[in-house]
């Protein structure tokens, strides 16, 4: 049933009228200051609900001025479905991670990687070299979330155990991995968003992008080997060692212990369904822990009376449903290695739930279109075109609460404006991902940014300032536009290629494109 037969049963009018500018402002400087509010009253844990509770009220908010417009609530409800269920597939991801988080930390896969990190990198090189592993390593898998989920948790670890920053730690690990995926031919967005703008290949999309990427993963090492060579290493050689031995007596630390890395590896690159990927290496993961440390799976599942299988299993669902507690009775390896589980998942799950229902709101009742209508209008040159890009892309991220809608909605708005004033369409899907791919993670309700938050333990607000890639590239990306350097035109005379029949999904179909909640 449509909306207009829904309102025509209800008595209502039979279309619903067009926002005005204030209808469509409202709702956002809600957002806005109840954010801020919450910010300001809770400080770094405000991601464990006072941010919900800010986001529902938003949406309620939206939901009632949209109403006021002719919007059934059954409509709008149904609207909110549709937004969170665009999302369903990232909830599952997290979920996923939160195990694989758990048995890696039994398994003793985490830790291992934690040693041999300990053993190889430099403290003094330890950023730049985060930077660069987890930039090779997002390129080889084609996911930003992959890298984060496994190599970073391991490098956010080892940075706390070395006496570093554990927060510029996961800035390294978020650049890096940021930088990989958006070099890489195997990332779901580097393919979507040249099908979405058409008339570019994705060959063509990668060496694009490289015009502003490289420069600002360039910028972003600079600016990491300075803060490493001037960064505080609070932990000596010998305390570095000492915790070694610790962790060597904690865990049976083996190269065994990498198999499950290996596989969730050899996943992403056969492209394997990243849902069944992470849950399925989660399960192998604490099978392999009954061989690499059966001791400590025994006593983690606590209950003496049950025999040997029955306690190996019990340890592998607790590790898998609330995560993994090390009890070694060493507080520095307990706090380090006690982490994971679905239920750990569950306030970002709410998270993403609040923030995608008042996307979806403000999609509905056309508040997002009068917005952006409105200052394209005022693009008049390249340089304002792009900056409308960008600001649209950041928005949508901020508004929406999702990286796809903030690729798609901006690759089917401005594909005709820029076509129209002769650019080529390769200016146009890197301007998309300079911008909506990279600062997604930035914002602390996005589902990336609720993401990295869940499996890095790092608030959103503590990395922000480190994730300098991501900061970066969007600033350049609008330099280059203003200055017209590789604003790529069509020469006078040259036809513009002719568009395929390119499918633009709706909003809510956007998930079929993709692995949802995948970078």
Known sequence: MSEQDVNSLLGGPEEPRPPSMLDAVIPVVALIGLIALSVYLFGLDSTNGALQVGLFTAMSIAGLIAHKNGHSYPALGNAVIGGISSAMGAIFILLAVGALIGTWNMAGTIPTIVDYGLRLLDPNWFYPLVVIIC??????TGSSWTTAGTLGVAFVGIAQVMGLSPEIAAGAVISGAYFGDKMSP???TTILVPSLVGGVTTAQHIRAMAATV??????????????????????????IEAARATLGEAFNISLICLLPLVLLIAFSIIKFPAFLSIF???????VLAIFTQPDLVIRFAGD????????YIKGIYAAMATGFVSSTGI???????????MSGMLSTVWLILGALGFGAIMERAGFLDKLVSSVLAKAKSGGALVATVIGTAIGLNIIAADQYIAIVLPSRMFRLEFK?????PTVLSRTVEDSGTVTSVLIPWNTCGAYHTGVLGISTFAYFPYCFFNIINPILSLIYGFTGFHMEKYAPGEAPPVDEAVILPPIEEAAVLKP???A
């Not at 090492?221 to 010998?238: G, K, N």
């Not at 003496?304 to 306690?311: E, I, R, V």
């Not at 507080?331 to 589980?341: H, M, N, P, Q, V």
Request: overall charge negative; cysteine-free; charged content about 15%.
């Open 280 to 286: 399925l290496t989660a399960i192998f993961s604490g």
């Open 516 to 518: 949802a909640g995948e």
């Open 331 to 341: 507080e520095a390896i307990d706090s380090l290695f006690s982490r994971g589980g």
């Open 135 to 140: 930039a090779i390593t997002g390129s080889i």
């Open 186 to 188: 195997l990332s779901e």
């Open 214 to 239: 490289v420069p600002s993963i360039l910028l972003s090492l600079v600016i990491f080997f300075l803060i490493s060579l001037t960064a505080d290493v609070a932990a000596s050689t010998a305390e």
């Open 304 to 311: 003496p009376d049950l025999s040997k299988p029955l306690a």
């Open 420 to 424: 129209r004033r002769g650019y080529k």
